[in-house]
């Protein structure tokens, strides 16, 4: 072969061995370069899905552990209903559940709820009921927070948040897939490309290799700058690769990929600051807001007011017509509210700046207005807003008119230190203030009524303290007389709590607290107990032949369908006949649930207890109602009688109402009889039977006991002897 040859052939087997060696080598970089840059892609991708995860389980637990304090502390299955069900409806969300301080399922979000069943995670046990501390776990299908509920430092119980992340992992296995395809077709197109056009490109093998290697470095070092943005959650910074091949492809899929992780955050974001059922903001929100308002109020000296709407008649639509008719009552309210400020602003009666209008949960909005002039202009709003929520309520899908009000509460933002959740609750303060003023009123927020909350709060506290073992609680005996011939016939039992510091507590001050915490159940039970147990002693000494103690009973008890069977258990054991018994209700025990009401009436029937209606004429109800319901006897209030000797009016009132209950078959006796005369023209109307300071107060049961059975030969009370 010649030189010619042998250089030729040298340089071209040089320059192959070259080409091929670099080709080898830059392909070997290539790879690992690849796989380092999309094994990393795919990690901090992964770490974010769970990471975002993990984020948006805590916003939304902490804003739920926040609502759900109140509901929990007072044993409310429907106020935690509401709180929980738009959560667990929504994507992602594989449950809700909140537990008791026992570890029991307190409820679990749905229909057929798990209520009274224990949680099955001791871990998550041991962290938020002994520890008391936030617990979290994570799986290869789902995200479990959960977090403590806790009320002055008492623990209540906990809610557990289970976010599912099998979409997260199917995401994350997609996007490695999809890579590892996007590889193996570019490892495959290089193959043959090099194969083809080896021969043509050995001159020019350097420029073009390096060409090629930029030309695909490049694009993933782009895509590893935009994971990186998306891994700190700088969303929609989109590639601007232009290619019609794998990495195009991967370009595309990963711009794709951002805009998903954008929808899903802003919609995880709305979920955690906004209400869904109306898509006003929530409490976070509001409180938010409110920071960023005190701030501001104190740089420009400006004064703004929270309103705090309470809806009143919400639950009677909610029991009565559905929680589909109370979601879309609750629409309805938001966009009144809203009209409201709108129509007000029209008329320049307001500043349309920076006024936010917010949902909290269950029944209670808040609003805030800034730059008020006082009282008089707050008080104007609340007006404006009574006036629209008492209007008629068209419900869309039942086509029927609703007829709610409100209680709002008024709180000014002063020039005194005070942080958001101090001006809310100052608010809400103001709003029980106006429910216990009737409801459908409203009120401004002073001193006073937080120094009733607080006493409200204390007598809370030292109540469930008494009811450890009830030591500190009597029950009080007064007479019942026979107006026809002055004897003793029975006796009404009345509840008294000697507080040992305190001393005298009255039933009016404690009894609506016990009713609202549920608290009077247990406490009624009790009085049950002492009354027949009372009993049974006089009967075994005394033989009570025509004798009966009366028992009030509360809505709750009623509702509670349990007082029937419980009195029941209490006269079997102690031996006693049911005529010993009768019950009082009042009336407006019937009207707040007819059904349920007639229900527990009808059972105490079955037993032989008599049925008394307290306090006629105080309520709504109607005598031929009465004959309905059955009851056996009723007792005219005190104001009626109060007046009746003085007061021609009142006089005929008593009389008319005792010639009707006459006529209906049903027996009257008169409470607060307190004169001779108020006693002699009762006896005069022919009313049964009469109960009062005139006769006697009430006292103790051994005390009682010594006046009306040990000396049964002086226990007729002559009228006319007083």
Avoid at 434 to 461: P, Y
Wanted: aromatic letters at 8%.
């Amino acid at each position: 072969m010649k030189l010619k040859g042998r250089i030729i052939l040298g340089s071209m087997t040089f320059i192959i061995l070259t080409i091929t060696c670099l080709t080898l080598s830059q392909l070997y970089i290539k790879h690992k370069y690849t796989n380092n840059i999309l094994n990393s892609t795919s990690e901090i991708i992964s770490e974010k899905y769970v990471l975002y995860a993990q984020e948006q389980a805590t916003i939304i637990i902490d804003s739920l552990a926040y609502s759900l304090v109140e509901p929990m502390y007072f044993f409310d299955l429907d106020g935690v209903q509401y709180l929980i069900e738009p959560i667990s409806n929504s994507k992602g969300i594989e449950d809700v559940i909140v537990f008791d301080a026992k570890g029991n399922i307190f409820h679990s979000g749905g229909l057929n709820s798990d209520y009274g069943k224990p949680i099955n995670r001791p871990d998550m046990k041991k962290s938020i009921l002994t520890e008391q501390k936030e617990y979290l776990h994570i799986d290869e299908k789902s995200l479990t927070l959960a977090y403590p509920l806790s009320l002055d430092n008492k623990l209540l119980g906990g809610v557990a948040l289970v976010l599912s992340l099998e979409t997260v992992r199917r995401d994350i296995t997609e996007h490695k897939n999809l890579v590892l395809d996007i590889k193996q077709n570019s490892n495959d197109l290089n193959s043959r490309i090099l194969t083809a056009t080896f021969v043509i490109i050995c001159c020019v093998s350097l420029v073009l290799l390096t060409f090629l290697i930029n030309k695909f470095v490049d694009p993933i070092k782009k895509l590893v700058t935009q994971s990186r943005h998306i891994s700190l959650g700088e969303y929609q910074n989109h590639n601007t690769i232009k290619r019609n091949d794998e990495l195009g492809e991967l370009a595309v899929a990963f711009n794709e990929m951002d805009e998903k992780l954008k929808q899903r955050s802003d919609s995880i974001e709305f979920l955690a600051y906004n209400d869904p059922l109306t898509q006003l903001p929530n409490r976070l929100n509001f409180i938010t807001y409110i920071e960023s308002l005190i701030e501001s109020s104190r740089k420009d000296n400006v004064q703004s007011a929270i309103f705090f709407i309470d809806l009143d008649g919400f639950k009677n639509v909610n029991d009565n017509l559905g929680h589909q008719a109370g979601d879309d009552l609750l629409r309805h309210v938001a966009k009144r509210i809203l009209s409201v400020i709108e129509r007000l602003n029209a008329l320049n009666a307001l500043e349309p700046i920076n006024q936010q209008v917010a949902r909290i949960g269950g029944d209670e909005f808040l609003l805030c207005i800034p730059n008020v002039n006082g009282i008089d202009d707050t008080s104007e709003i609340a007006k404006a807003l009574l006036h629209e929520l008492s209007t008629p309520i068209l419900i869309n899908e039942l086509h029927e008119s609703v007829f709610i009000g409100a209680s709002i509460g008024i709180a000014f933002l002063s020039e005194d230190e005070i942080s958001a959740e101090e001006l809310v609750k100052q608010a809400d303060i103001a709003m029980y203030a106006a429910k216990a003023s009737g409801k459908n009123t409203f009120r401004h927020f002073t001193k006073e009524m937080e120094q009733k909350v607080l006493r409200r709060v204390i007598i809370e506290q030292d109540l469930q303290l008494a009811m450890s073992d009830f030591s500190q609680f009597q029950v009080w005996f007064q007479p019942k007389i026979d107006l026809k011939n002055g004897k003793v016939i029975g006796a009404e039992a009345l509840l008294r709590w000697i507080h040992p510091e305190k001393g005298f507590i009255g039933p009016d001050e404690f009894i609506p607290i016990a009713e609202t915490n549920g608290l009077i159940v247990r406490l009624g039970e009790w009085v049950i107990e002492e009354v027949i147990s009372n009993l049974s002693r006089w009967n075994q000494v005394h033989n009570l032949e025509s004798f009966h103690v009366a028992l009030n009973v509360s809505a709750r008890q009623l509702r509670d369908q349990q007082v029937s069977n419980f009195i029941d258990e209490q006269l079997k054991k102690y031996q006693l006949p049911s005529r010993l018994i009768q019950i009082e209700v009042t009336e407006t025990t019937l009207m707040e649930n007819k059904v349920s009401a007639r229900k527990a009436l009808d059972s105490l029937r079955q037993l032989g207890v008599e049925v008394w209606l307290d306090d006629f004429g105080t309520g709504f109800s109607s005598l031929m109602y009465l004959q309905q319901l059955a009851v056996d006897g009723l007792k005219i209030d005190r104001s009626f009688i109060s007046g009746a000797d003085v007061n021609t009016n009142t006089h005929t009132l008593c009389s008319a109402i005792i010639l009707m209950a006459h006529q209906l078959g049903i027996r009257v006796v008169a409470e607060g009889i307190e004169t001779q005369e108020q006693a002699t023209l009762l006896q005069d109307q022919d009313c049964d039977y009469g109960q009062g300071y005139f006769f006697a107060k009430p006292m103790v049961s051994d005390l009682f006991a010594r006046e009306y059975f040990e000396e049964q030969d002086k226990s007729a009370l002559q009228i006319s002897s007083h």
